[in-house]
């Protein structure tokens, strides 16, 4: 399935129905008076927020949603029906804002979240409102309001625990799959993952979604190559894995080039709870990943040599990502 990040809509809340201007006509009521019932109010416009999507690939497809129009009054004091509110379903972790405004509309982080994001207008009121003591056969009547309408833009932020990133090629996909169940494309070439995966990892009592991004390049918060268009999805991410080839000739400059990369992106970033895991070390010596172990740490990092192709440290990694306090976060 196409994964869909952004999309933009626009919404019309329903009409109120006109309100009716009446008289009563019944037989052996000669002087019957105004009767004319009020319009029904339009139906909202609502964001809901649902766990069963992933993706915001239907508004693809369909741009355009209405709530439904109040219906008229009528005679006999009968009032108009309300309109149907219209439930608009995206997933969990979606933005809504409207047109360029960068202020959120609303956040939707929780199943069932609901947002009226468009008001229907209300029902107009019918010539029995009207009816005084001196104005006993009134004509007036009002037509029903206006319901409200918008251009709204969609932005989906996954809602992960741990997120995942490195430069391409790093083994972040292999290294998903190891950690929890996630099935992702795998393969030795750059750009192997073109749309973020996410994954489960149980570790006791514990859940953790894990989020794998594409690949980071230099450049990227920028907007070269593909992380501008996915770095967002760790943004609410408490934990950050960065994910290092132990077998490159310049794991440094990897190093840094996240570093900087991440922290030009959103200020701070980096500096949320994170693990350097060294990948790969089934292709290096024991005595090397370990002068990269220390080299790392001596800069205060918080390090983990795995390789993720034959399993080794994995189990290890896992107890860590624990022991760094992730459940407390996750369980408050």
């Known amino acids: 399935m196409k994964f ?45 927020g649902t766990k069963d999507l992933t993706s915001l690939l239907d508004f693809r497809y369909r741009r355009i949603f209405r709530a439904e129009k109040g219906r008229n009054g009528s005679g006999s004091n009968k009032r108009g029906r309300d309109g149907k509110d219209l439930y608009i379903h995206v997933p969990l972790g979606t933005m809504v804002f409207q047109e360029d405004d960068p202020v959120p509309l609303c956040d939707v982080t929780r199943d069932d979240n609901v947002h009226i994001i468009a008001r229907g207008g209300k029902g107009g009121k019918g010539n029995a409102r009207f009816a005084t003591s001196t104005h006993r056969a009134p004509l007036e009547f009002e037509p029903g309001g206006i319901g ?9 932020k996954l809602l992960a625990d741990v997120g995942l990133v490195g430069l391409p090629n790093a083994g972040k996909s292999t290294l998903i799959s190891r950690l929890t169940e996630a099935k992702p494309r795998i393969g030795d070439y750059p750009f192997t993952t073109l749309t973020p995966t996410l994954g489960v ?19 990227a918060s920028q907007g070269k190559g593909l992380g501008l268009t996915f770095l967002k999805h760790i943004e609410r991410t408490a934990m950050l894995l960065l994910v290092l080839d132990l077998s490159t000739a310049h794991l440094e400059g990897d190093y840094e080039t996240l570093r900087h990369e991440i922290n030009s992106f959103k200020e ?6 994170r693990i350097v895991v060294l990948n790969k070390m089934d292709k290096v010596s024991r005595e090397e990943a370990k002068q990269w172990e220390v ?6 990092e918080t390090v983990a040599a795995v390789s993720a192709l034959e399993g080794w440290g994995i189990e290890e990694l896992k107890t860590l990502i624990k022991e760094k306090g992730l459940d407390k976060v996750i369980n408050a």
């Not at 409200?148 to 989906?156: A, D, G, S």
């Not at 080299?295 to 205060?300: E, I, P, S």
């Open 268 to 273: 701070g970033l980096f500096d949320r709870e």
């Open 201 to 219: 990892l149980q570790r006791g009592d514990n859940t953790f979604v894990i989020a794998d991004i594409p690949g980071i390049v230099k450049g």
């Open 4 to 48: 869909v990040d952004e999309a933009t809509i626009y919404v019309k809340a329903g009409d109120g129905g006109q309100g009716c201007a009446s008289f009563r006509r019944e037989k052996f009521i000669p002087k019957g008076g105004p009767d004319g019932g009020d319009g029904g109010k339009g139906g909202d416009v609502v964001i809901s």
């Open 148 to 156: 409200e309408e918008r251009n709204l833009r969609l932005v989906l």
């Open 295 to 300: 080299f790392l740490a001596q800069k205060g």
